[in-house]
């Protein structure tokens, strides 16, 4: 079985710095994707970043990148420039590839202050 | 636009008052699935189903009910609902089921309060 942990259940940061977000995880699996989705008090959920374990490289995409550590089986999200709108709950989550699930971590409260 | 579309938004209902929540998608997607969310919890898979008429369970499918007898529905059912029920209910699909290598879209989310 796989699990998804996520340990801090709120964070805030000043408008305009960076922030990281943790997260670890577990599987027996070698192959296998992480994700960070972001839910606004919309409660849409929207997706964030996305990462192969089978590659090496960090994803990025704008603003957001991860540190990714295979051995360590950790996946954290920094958000750099941190901006008002960036204020949301955030979800670890993990798939193996067992019909699509996405193991989700609890996920942290991210408040942007002005 | 693609979407995946559920209805109703927002729910309150009784104790033993069956409902249906349904789930629409316009992308010709043949996954798709029902997660729960809860405080503290995140979210957690109710059922899934790989395509028409292919359904099964999974990390919580106690008290529901599911079926896809067309490709673009999947409505969740509660037969019999009860408080521990209350919960904010998304479906999602994707292209296939496989490694990550289709994202899930999500709906918008259900509210569901039984009383």
């Known amino acids: 079985a796989q699990t998804v942990t996520q340990s801090q259940p709120e964070m805030s940061v000043q408008e305009a710095e960076t922030v990281t977000l943790s997260c670890t995880y577990d599987?027996?699996?070698?192959?296998?994707?992480l994700f960070w989705y972001k839910q606004p008090p919309s409660r849409q959920m929207i997706l964030v970043i996305r990462?192969?374990?089978?590659?090496?490289q960090n994803a990025t995409e704008n603003r957001f990148s991860v540190n990714f550590q295979k051995a360590a089986k950790s996946f954290s999200l920094k958000i750099s420039d941190s901006q008002l709108g960036d204020t949301a709950m955030y979800f670890c989550?993990?798939?193996?590839?067992?019909?699509?699930?996405?193991?989700f971590g609890k996920g942290i409260t991210l408040s942007v202050r002005p | 636009e693609a979407q995946v579309t559920q209805n109703p938004r927002y729910l309150i209902t009784v104790t033993g008052k069956k409902l249906t929540v349904t789930c629409s998608q316009n992308?010709?997607?043949?996954?798709m699935s029902w997660y729960r969310q809860d405080p503290g919890l995140g979210l957690r898979q109710i059922y899934y189903?790989?395509?028409?008429?292919?359904?099964d369970k999974g990390d919580v499918p106690e008290g529901y009910k599911v079926s896809r007898k067309e490709k673009r529905n999947f409505p969740l059912i509660l037969e019999s609902p009860s408080p521990n029920q209350t919960s904010l209910y998304f479906c999602?699909?994707?292209?296939?089921?496989?490694?990550?290598?289709?994202?899930?879209?999500f709906g918008a989310g259900s509210r569901l309060t039984v009383l």
């Open positions: 999602a699909s994707s292209l296939w089921a496989s490694t990550g290598a289709n994202v899930l879209t």
């Open positions: 599987t027996s699996e070698s192959n296998y994707y």
């Open positions: 990462q192969e374990a089978y590659k090496q």
């Open positions: 989550a993990l798939d193996t590839g067992a019909n699509s699930k996405l193991t």
């Open positions: 992308m010709n997607h043949e996954y």
């Open positions: 189903s790989m395509n028409v008429e292919v359904t």
